[in-house]
């Protein structure tokens, strides 16, 4: 990834006759960070679009307000992971794809820098789900496609099956009714309606003969 800078330091003489928008490029001697961009220098803080170089390598560039990343921005960290997305108060909060390391991606609602709402969450090793997250889990309705093709869609808590769904194996198999801690625990019991009688059937006898 290559990044081209064509920011113009700022003398001290020169940030005093200017007192805000102005274009710097500035060295943390403390944390080592490195920023190219414009600055609120009345009130000295990172203002409207800039680059951060961080000292772990990481790089985040896009748009600011009052210091913080705050809009449209593009953040890679030191492993090599990529977001690409809205950033509310210098997190992660809105609509973002972020591509890991390992080649795993997700697609969809952040906030406060986990997955949060409606997203996609693809796995290298053939695993994908489609649905809702809370804090970073799978929690509420989605659709979890497994390795082995199985495909499970239901309720998840907490990032486990729990709940009402159903799995569908590649064989034709299917197990629909309750799960909780990712097991099946058998179909939904269906209770009797109040003060109706319980009929019980003969072996050669069904309902419609009655």
Not at 39 to 60: P, T, W
Not at 128 to 143: P, V
Not at 184 to 192: F, N, V
Request: proline share 2%; with cysteine; net charge neutral.
């Amino acid at each position: 990834v290559c990044f081209f800078f064509f920011f113009k330091q700022k003398t001290a003489y020169e940030i005093a006759q200017r007192l805000v928008g102005s274009e710097m490029c500035i060295r943390d001697r403390i944390t080592g960070e490195s920023y190219y961009g414009f600055m609120n220098v009345l009130d000295n803080y990172r203002d409207y679009k800039g680059i951060i170089l961080y000292n772990s390598g990481a790089i985040l560039e896009g748009t600011f307000a009052r210091g913080s990343a705050h809009g449209k921005c593009r953040m890679i960290a030191s492993n090599g992971s990529c977001f690409d997305g809205i950033f509310l108060n210098g997190k992660m909060t809105g609509k973002g794809i972020m591509t890991y390391e390992n080649g795993d991606t997700y697609e969809g609602d952040w906030k406060n820098n986990e997955k949060h709402g409606k997203g996609v969450d693809k796995k290298v090793d053939g695993t994908s789900y489609e649905g809702d997250f809370q804090n970073g889990l799978r929690s509420g309705r989605g659709r979890l496609t497994l390795p082995d093709g199985s495909v499970y869609e239901g309720e998840f808590v907490n990032g486990i099956m729990q709940g009402v769904g159903r799995l569908r194996t590649p064989d034709g198999n299917t197990k629909e009714g309750i799960w909780v801690g990712d097991t099946y625990r058998g179909p939904i019991q269906t209770p009797a309606k109040q003060n109706e009688p319980i009929k019980l059937l003969s072996k050669n006898q069904t309902e419609s003969d009655n």
